[in-house]
T-cell receptor, first 113, second 112 residues
């Protein structure tokens, strides 16, 4: 299957700081990527759709000013958690599709202390 | 009511048994159906992808879709301890570039 790479896999940051998470499609181009959030023992919740060259589309209840998404190229989307707080601690996962199937990155575990 | 329902388990089976997983959904617009396996603290891994109703087999995995009943299944034959994971069903209305709606996931434990 296609490869989606996410970096970093784990990050610990202080409350009030910002954290950037990268999502790359390694062997295909993706005009659309998706960002999900997953709490322990729960399923994936879609946060936003990242569109190359245009603004991201956010799901209801997701603060676009807190979760900044930039899809500057066909192989890279970034999610920046701004002014992070402990309640933002979670597992963040991106996905992209080379065709019909969706492939996921390894996920980023964010801990805000 | 959630769009996609999935029993959270845990489902515990002995090694070598058949694992049977299923999801029900309410939105008849879903056309594409997927099963993912997720190990703890890892991203989901695509196992099976099917379009519309029917069966699909790949090695030890068989996926079934019954659109008339809004019911999908995944069967794992000859289960191994390495199959212990959380299994997520997902579905979408369109193909490429469309967002997925996930079930809650079923935790499976295969005991040696």
């Amino acid at each position: 299957g296609a490869v989606v790479s996410q970096h970093p896999s784990r990050v610990i940051c202080k409350s009030g700081t910002s954290v950037k998470i990268e999502c790359r499609s390694l062997d295909f181009q993706a005009t659309t990527m998706f960002w999900y959030r997953q709490f322990p023992k729960q399923s994936l919740m879609l946060m936003a759709t990242s569109n190359e060259g245009s603004k991201a589309t956010y799901e209801q209840g997701v603060e676009k000013d807190k979760f900044l998404i930039n899809h500057a190229s066909l192989t890279l989307s970034t999610l920046t958690v701004t002014s992070a707080h402990p309640e933002d601690s979670s597992f963040y996962i991106c996905s992209a599709s080379p065709g019909t199937e969706a492939f996921f990155g390894q996920g980023t575990r964010l801990t805000v202390v | 009511q959630k769009e996609v329902e999935q029993d959270p388990g845990p489902l515990s089976v002995p090694e070598g048994a058949i694992v049977s997983l299923n999801c029900t959904y309410s939105n008849s617009a879903f056309q594409y159906f997927m099963w993912y396996r997720q190990y703890s603290r890892k991203g989901p891994e695509l196992l099976m992808y099917t379009y519309s109703s029917g069966n699909k087999e790949d090695g030890r995995f068989t996926a079934q879709v019954d659109k008339s009943s809004k019911y999908i299944s995944l069967f794992i034959r000859d289960s191994q301890p390495s199959d212990s994971a959380t299994y997520l069903c997902a579905m979408s209305r369109r193909a490429a570039g469309n967002k997925l709606t996930f079930g809650g996931g079923t935790r499976v434990l295969v005991k040696p």
